[in-house]
């Protein structure tokens, strides 16, 4: 043994081979972390120590994935550190790899699994690179606010050419066996029992010289081979197409782009060193900041998730009752998974519109490249259509998703306890009504929660799991682990009137409301919340949602929280649904609709609107986009701290999160609650006291005045 460590070891095989192996202790995964560094730092040190004695290096992985990347949890500290610092550490991260690539010897790696971020920029650093038709590489720092920082951004251009590589960092885009050897990325593509062998020969290949690694290696450290003028198109092209699609709000995309600019006619050794200023400089941006928090906020409720599975049953099979667009889209998506599911509705017309909806959504799959006709076919079967409850009696979970209607749920579900057995849960998918109020219909009420999908199912990755007061623990864990199953991020909330989503969206559309009957343009507030990164403005969400949906929810809201949510003056809102505009369902609603090239609603300003809007109008005056943004955050964030308060949710990283995945709320400031801070839980209350006069939606709760006196925050 050359080196052994708790994370990677170095072994002798044969005829001067050695396989450099990582396999992280106490760990699912292998990771980039502190200590798997270290320990690369030694190996490679055991390596050049024994001389001539090794002929070629492999590199492996134990675990299931080669790395899945960096370990951000602890590389976050240095993102705080000193720039002079923080370079530093990235430097000697970088002279490792360095190393490993200038050995004296061919490399290879061997890689299983995945391969992403730093534990792609790794492999990068050999000399070939052997994949398996299960894995997956790319580099996704992007997506956290910063590039890669450890040779991926001058390594890449140079394997693969500049205009690929471009699009491999700007998107962060995982990429698939085919493409990443069509574009050179890795050498080789073999199923998984035969990675090692195929390794092997190819290092071996690279010994006995039949294989010019030296030449691969060297091409990797010399400036870009394209000329001055090449450069200039491949980047001024990059700049329009990468930085329209990443907006405003996303620096790292356009400090990428400069740093591989800066770095294409430079030595690897100089281009490192630009790479790192790069790096820190994106990672030194509040948006960067932002987007680490919600990653590290989406491990912290991974890990609840987990601990709160334990106790969950198996969910063997489902069933939806109530077809449509929703049950269409539930079913599609336990089937896609693998779950089994039985849909049921009361009429074969409402059964037709919803394996009409799962059937589009396949199709969509196919067309796409990421299914084949066959596995469409296997997923349809796993959904059974059905205008019986003797078909959803051996069921495990049942998804009531009928007509938002108190009473028609709790008779559905009176009638559901009948037929199911004594241990299947009873899941409603109600968005506002109490799960305790129609829990009273049942005879089990501890059976009973709330599990409320999001429209359109596939798309959006929330699930709101809700905790009636008599619900247990285990149909809770059970609900939980289901949402998983499908592919959604569940997110267990305490009972109260819209839940945790709508109970925050409602202030925020109020807020709009009152702006509106304060004489401001709805156009100009769509504009101005656009800008400020919602993905549309809420006249616009009002259309897509529906105005009758939002008309009944916002009803439930103003019964449950009637200091707040019930508004004291006739809204646009429901003006224009009493004039029987519904939003895009109906073809008009705050604009019109008309079918675009690709059949999909294309927004019309409709002057019609506007005159009908003007009726609810009793102020004329200009708004300023600063009272606009504030008017409308600071209802919506005074909420999400009362929804803390109370207790609805049990942590501020599961808010935040709830509304990220929800609503839309702009990724890139962290979530409500992280914008709150970034503020300052004294100025935001110093905000809200401007408009206290409105009302008690903009009063800030005790909890944020608590935290404002000692200038505490949500996030440490």
């Known amino acids: ?106 490399t290879v790696c061997a890689i299983n699994g995945v391969s992403l971020g730093g534990g792609f920029e790794l492999p990068l650093s050999t000399d070939f690179r052997v994949i398996t038709t299960k894995s997956k590489v790319g580099l996704p720092e992007i997506t956290l606010g910063i590039f890669p920082g450890w040779g991926g951004s001058f390594r890449l251009p140079r394997m693969i050419g ?80 990468i930085l329209s699609k990443a907006g405003p709000h996303y620096p790292a995309p356009a400090i990428a782009l400069d740093a591989m600019q800066k770095h294409a006619n430079l030595h690897r050794d100089e281009a490192m060193k630009v790479e790192v200023a790069g790096f820190v400089k994106a990672a030194k941006t509040d948006v960067a900041a932002n987007l680490v928090g919600l990653y590290l906020n989406d491990q912290v409720l991974k890990k609840q998730a987990r601990a709160i599975t334990k106790s969950a049953a198996e969910i063997k099979t489902a069933a939806v009752l109530g077809a449509g667009v929703m049950g269409g889209g539930i079913a599609y998506q336990s089937a896609l998974k693998g779950v089994p599911i039985v849909m049921k509705d009361i009429n074969q017309a409402g059964l037709d519109l919803g394996l009409g909806e799962a059937t589009k959504l396949l199709s969509k799959r196919v067309s796409r490249g990421r299914m084949k006709v066959e596995d469409m076919a296997k997923t349809l079967t796993r959904i059974n259509a059905t205008l019986t409850y003797g078909d959803v009696a051996n069921t495990d979970i049942v998804v009531e998703a009928v007509i938002e209607n108190p009473k028609v749920k709790k008779t559905v579900l009176a009638e559901l306890e009948e037929v199911v057995d004594e241990k299947t849960i009873l899941a409603s998918n109600t968005s506002t009504i109490s799960i305790t ?65 709508n109970r925050v969206l409602f202030p925020y559309l109020n807020a709009f409301e009152r702006l509106l009957h304060d004489g401001a343009d709805y156009l100009q507030i769509d504009k101005v919340m656009e800008r400020f990164g919602w993905p549309m403005g809420p006249a616009y969400l009002l259309d897509v949602v529906g105005l009758d949906v939002a008309c009944h929810a916002s009803a439930v809201l103003a019964e449950g929280f009637p200091d707040r949510m019930k508004l004291d003056f006739p809204t646009a809102t429901a003006l224009l649904h009493d004039e029987g505009r519904l939003g895009q369902k109906s073809g008009s609603g705050y604009f019109k609709y008309e079918p675009d090239r690709r059949g999909k609603p294309k927004k019309i300003v409709d002057e019609d609107a506007i005159k009908l809007i003007s009726k609810v109008v009793s102020g004329s005056r200009d708004f300023t986009d600063e009272e606009i943004i504030e008017r409308m955050m600071v209802a919506l964030c005074l909420e999400t701290v009362r929804c803390l308060e109370d207790g609805i949710v049990d942590s501020a990283a599961a808010a935040d999160m709830g509304l990220i995945w929800g609503i839309g709320f702009p990724p890139f400031r962290g979530g409500a609650l992280r914008y709150i801070d970034s503020i300052g839980t004294k100025a935001f209350c110093g905000i809200a006291d401007k408009y206290a006069d409105i009302g008690a939606a903009y009063q800030a709760p005790q909890l944020l005045r608590d935290m404002a006196e000692s200038n505490q925050k949500f996030f440490g």
């Open 162 to 241: 500049l205009d690929t590589a471009l699009e491999w960092i700007a998107t962060g885009k995982t990429q698939r066996p085919d493409v990443a050897l069509k574009t050179g990325a890795v050498d080789a593509v073999v199923e998984p029992d035969k990675l090692h062998d195929a390794a092997l020969t190819l290092l071996k290949r690279c010994i006995d010289g039949s294989m010019d690694y030296e030449a691969r290696r060297e091409e990797k450290r010399q400036p870009l081979e394209l000329d001055q003028l090449e450069q200039l198109m491949s980047f001024e092209t990059a700049k329009g197409m």
């Open 437 to 501: 109020d129609l829990a009273t219909a049942t005879k089990h009420p501890d059976r009973v929660c709330g599990m409320h999908f999001f429209n359109p199912v596939p798309v959006m990755p929330l699930v709101e799991v809700i905790r009636g007061e008599k619900t247990s623990d285990e149909t809770i864990a059970t609900t939980v682990a289901y949402a998983q199953a499908i592919g959604k991020n569940p997110i267990v909330v305490n009972d109260c009137p819209g839940f945790l989503v």
């Open 1 to 106: 043994m050359i080196f052994e460590g708790r994370c990677i070891t170095a072994k002798s095989l044969s005829d001067g081979i050695v396989e450099l192996n990582f396999d992280l202790h106490d760990s699912s995964v292998n990771k980039l972390n502190l200590e798997t560094i270290a320990e690369l730092k030694e190996a490679v040190a055991a390596l050049i120590k024994e001389d001539d004695a090794v002929k070629g290096l492999m590199l492996t992985s134990s675990k299931k994935d080669f790395i899945v990347g960096a370990d951000i949890t602890e590389f976050v500290d240095w993102f705080a550190l000193p720039e002079d610092e923080f370079q530093s550490k990235l430097l000697a991260v970088h002279k490792i790899f360095a190393t490993i690539e200038d050995f004296p010897f061919p």
